[in-house]
């Protein structure tokens, strides 16, 4: 009896073809196609008619077509398998002669004493689209981010830098001022170049602080759960391997925020980062991300996590620049994201959370004529 009608003729085995998710074809040791499901039509766009009894070579793309017979034979001669019982990632031939990627396990086994071999098929198509998106939020983010940071310590530098160049200033023109009633004019003309160049190097420090503050985000309307999502396949992959569990709490018919995209991406994930990182010692690791409406222009988002909480003595001083509990942390990350969403007009603060840790928020504007649910 054929395998094709023995399969028709078994209605579990029938039931669990046609109703399975993936690609299964079943072929023969000549490579004739002996099982394809409901689930193949989808995937490669032949009908069921137009492949049963066919080679499965169709399905192949080249040079996959031409080898796979020589394949077959080869490993019917020598046992020698490159696919069988492994599985890897090849690729399909659709019938309008497009191809996709796809994850393909194949396994060998025995009906009605003729030798099958029985092949899984997955699409990996919205996977490596998913993939290729976060490697481009990653590079946009890491771009953004090389940017940001180096302006906010740009900035960061200008401030601390002031005072102490403050001080060279006052101290050199007091020597001048000495050198003159001294009557000393090349130390006066000493002191004259030193308060010169000090006052250079202030305005050097100006330009470039104005330079950057002068930087607008590009804002325009987004979906704020979508933006969370993102953020945590961004900033989150390792959750798992430490210990963390992610909770999401967004509220239902959110309007857009009016934002820049890759910039509050950016403040999310420093901000989970931070929570995980914050949680390495507690037997208790849960990151809760929540959205909410603040009135009628303001969406809110917060960042929960379940840590030691905020020490006493950074708590006032916990947005500065060069403020850290970390052991080799700059001080620079909390400072930027204050900046990042005071630029979009928010505020971002941090608060006790109630069941122990510290939770973040910060406001976001909604999009004009973007109605409140």
């Given amino acids: 009896m054929p395998i094709t009608q023995a ?36 995937l490669f766009g032949y009908r069921t008619d137009e492949v049963l009894g066919k080679n499965i070579s169709m399905l192949m793309p080249l040079p996959y077509r031409e080898a796979h017979d020589a394949y077959v034979g080869h490993y019917l001669k020598t046992g020698e398998r490159h696919i069988i019982g492994i599985g890897r990632e090849v690729s399909g031939r659709r019938k309008d002669g497009s191809t996709f990627p796809m994850y393909l396990s194949v396994g060998e086994g025995h009906v009605l004493n003729q030798r099958i071999f029985v092949g899984i098929i997955t699409d990996l198509s919205e996977h490596q689209a998913r993939d290729k998106r976060i490697q481009e939020l ?23 830098l002031n005072q102490p160049l403050t001080a060279i200033l006052n101290y050199t023109n007091a020597g001048r001022d000495i050198a003159a009633e001294s009557g000393d004019k090349e130390l006066e003309r000493i002191f004259a170049k030193v308060a010169e160049q000090t006052s250079r190097a202030g305005a050097i420090i100006k330009r470039l602080r104005s330079f950057i503050e ?102 006032d001083k916990l947005f500065q620049a060069f403020v850290t509990s970390k052991r080799n942390g700059m001080g ?42």
């Fill in 7 to 42: 399969a028709r003729e078994d209605p579990l085995f029938d039931a669990l073809i046609s109703t399975a998710v993936d690609g299964i074809v079943v072929i023969d040791e000549d490579s004739i196609v002996r099982v394809y499901n409901k689930a193949c039509e989808r």
């Fill in 214 to 315: 002068k930087r607008e985000p590009h804002r325009v309307p987004e979906d704020l759960g979508r933006v969370i999502e993102d953020s945590i396949r961004l900033g989150m992959t390792d959750a798992a391997e430490r210990g963390v569990d992610l909770e999401l709490d967004i509220a239902t018919g959110l309007p857009k925020a009016m934002i820049d995209r890759i910039q509050i991406q950016q403040v999310l994930v420093n901000l989970m980062k931070n929570a995980a990182e914050a949680m390495e010692d507690s037997p208790r690791r849960l990151i809760t991300v929540g959205t909410a409406t603040v009135g009628e222009d303001l969406l809110q988002v917060s960042v929960a996590d379940t840590g030691p909480g905020i020490e006493n003595e950074i708590a």
């Fill in 138 to 160: 990653q590079l946009e983010m890491w771009q953004l981010g090389r940017l940001t940071d180096m302006g906010q310590i740009a900035a960061g530098l200008a401030h601390e």
């Fill in 332 to 373: 620079m990350g909390l400072n930027i994201c204050r900046s990042i969403v005071e630029s979009h007009g928010g505020r971002l603060w941090a608060e006790a959370n109630p069941g122990g840790g510290t939770v973040f928020r910060f406001n976001l504007p909604i999009a004009k004529d973007e109605p409140v649910a």
